[in-house]
């Protein structure tokens, strides 16, 4: 018995050797998938126009800023991209001043209706929330705020706010409750010591939460489309343009939206792991 | 302030903030979707669907779910279990792992689009290397199953990163002396998957499973730069209702439609991967 189960538990020399070998070609043919494709795009963007209409294609870049050029000189473009920068920087704001409030408050106090309230926050999950758009329209008409950046926002915001509240609260949890008590015995009340002490230690984690928010918004595309019209975001332009614009408009555009998403990623890669840990529970 | 009321203050602007724009738009949505000019009437689901298209739609969003998400669930446990054994290297695998988590759906189809175009990186290899005299135009209407393939691949790409993120969190929260146990009944690294991390895994399944399957079933950005109209699904319907057609009570109605199948889809979800009560790590 014993000895059949050393013999399951350490296989021979070769069997590892094999093992690992499939092993590494798997980890690295694996990073070839996501990141070819991203090569592609990028030796797209950084051709000529004619170049990026020819056959067949070189797999070099020849560093021609031609197709960019172009993006940057169509007609409302520029405009798109200021617009989208504007709603996800909003979002980012109102998704973290409102949001993160209930964090702290889910991760010190026991209250009635916490259960009830997880379960709201829960809930926006559950549902395909850029439909909501449809109805948001007929009552931003009615409000006076359709197609604007800020109307947009707001959706923005519903679809950014319980990941907000999730992050936050997981933040707060990390920092012992001992620490505030500690700041309130030494003279401080709960919104001095708040700001003396919890605040710089989550500081860094909120704005990793305030990135995330911000690459939702500027990644959205249904709600944006349903309800900007004049003021399009990025997304919204490229979208209604899909058929009529050339292919050296839509790689450069792509190329535009994928960099900015890019650097965010490796900003908050170190809380992404935590956020969606917590967002199990 | 009164500390008993304090945590309502502070989770009283995102509850009223989900309640505007989360719940009541809900209610808006189904009013919309169930009158018309003369008071409530079931026409605009009578309308949508005895649309010719909707049944392809239906058709093809379903085969579209069907097809990708079992193959992002083993692809995200096999990127799981791999990270998971890495020593070395494993913060920069996983972040490329999870660029495209940063990715807009927009940007997902355009990338993919660079690959399957006419003049694209496909027609080049194939070309280069012999296979083909002359570019083929594999978006087009004689090709549907290459459509379908396509847009397939680009949501594989996209969407896995997800299911990742959520996979690895859930890994971490599964104590090693379980692991340790297994090793020393002598269990293969295959049954330590199988009988320690698939049911450990489950409230983390369930959650990647979830947000993986409505995603599915909102798809629409990747189809519309790949497909265009090749390929109709739900939500593009839902669009065009509301853009094309001007007909925002149709709009409504699918849109009602892809709530309640995905609200059915989650609670089937739920029930087959409840944990029992009291087996939480």
Not at chain 2, 25 to 49: E, I, Y
Not at chain 2, 225 to 246: C, D, I, K, R, S
Request: glycine share 6%; net charge neutral.
């Amino acid at each position: 018995m014993t000895a059949a189960t050393t013999e399951v538990v350490e296989p021979s020399q070769d069997t590892r050797k094999a093992g690992r070998f499939v092993y590494v070609t798997g980890v690295v043919l694996l990073c070839a998938w996501v990141l070819v494709p991203l090569y592609f795009l990028l030796i797209n963007t950084l051709s000529s126009p004619e170049t990026v209409n020819s056959y067949p294609k070189s797999f070099i870049p020849e560093f021609d800023l031609g197709s960019l050029t172009f993006f940057a000189g169509f007609d409302g473009i520029l405009t798109a991209l200021k617009n989208s920068v504007i709603v996800a920087a909003m979002t980012m704001v109102m998704s973290i001043v409102i949001g993160a409030p209930a964090g702290y408050a889910l991760s010190r106090f026991e209250f009635r209706g916490k259960e009830l309230f997880r379960l709201l926050i829960l809930l926006t999950r559950a549902f395909p929330l850029p439909l909501l758009a449809l109805p948001l329209a007929v009552m931003f008409i009615r409000t006076g705020i359709d197609d604007t950046v800020f109307g947009l926002a707001l959706v923005h915001t519903t679809l950014a706010l319980p990941f907000a509240v999730l992050i936050t609260f997981s933040l707060f949890s990390g920092i012992p409750i001992e620490l505030e008590e500690a700041a309130w015995t030494l003279g401080c009340n709960r919104l001095t010591a708040f700001q003396k002490v919890i605040l710089p230690l989550v500081l860094p984690g909120i704005t990793a939460s305030a990135i995330f928010a911000f690459v939702i918004s500027w990644n959205e595309v249904f709600a944006a489309a349903v309800l900007t019209i004049e003021n399009r975001t990025l997304t919204a332009f490229l979208l209604q343009n899909l058929d009529t614009s050339p292919l050296h408009l839509k790689f450069a555009g792509g190329f535009i939206l994928v960099v900015p998403a890019l650097i965010f990623i490796f900003a908050v890669r170190k809380y992404l792991f935590a956020m969606w840990g917590i967002a199990n529970r | 302030m009164n500390p008993r009321l304090l945590p309502y203050v502070l989770i009283l602007p995102v509850t009223l903030f989900l309640c505007l724009f989360f719940l009541y738009p809900f209610v808006l949505v189904a009013q919309q979707a169930f009158s018309n000019s003369s008071g409530f009437t079931m026409s605009n689901f009578r309308d949508v669907t005895e649309h010719w298209k909707f049944p392809i739609s239906l058709k093809n969003t379903f085969l579209l779910a069907l097809a990708v998400v079992p193959i992002q669930l083993a692809l995200s446990l096999l990127m799981a279990t791999m990270v998971t054994k890495m020593k070395k290297g494993r913060d920069l695998i996983l972040y490329v792992w999870t660029i495209p988590l940063g990715i807009s759906d927009l940007a997902a189809g355009i990338i993919w689009l660079a690959i399957f175009e006419q003049s694209g990186f496909l027609n080049s290899m194939m070309g280069g290397l012999g296979l083909i005299d002359s570019p083929t135009n594999f978006l087009s209407y004689t090709s549907p199953v290459m459509v379908f393939v396509a847009i397939m691949l680009a949501e594989i790409w996209r969407a896995t990163a997800i299911m990742l993120v959520i996979l690895v969190a859930g890994i971490g929260l599964i104590p090693k002396e379980y692991y340790e146990a297994g090793e020393v009944f002598g269990a293969t690294p295959w049954q330590r998957f199988l009988k320690i991390t698939l049911p450990m895994l489950r409230p983390s399944l369930q959650t990647a499973l979830v947000l993986r399957v409505i995603l599915a079933f909102e798809v629409f950005a990747v189809v519309q730069a790949l497909g265009g109209t090749l390929f109709p699904v739900l939500m593009g319907e839902t669009y065009a209702y509301q853009f094309e057609l001007l007909n925002s009570g149709a709009a409504a109605a699918i849109a009602l439609i892809i709530l309640a199948i995905s609200i059915t889809f989650t609670l089937i979800i739920m029930r087959a991967l409840r944990v029992p009560k009291g087996a939480t790590i």
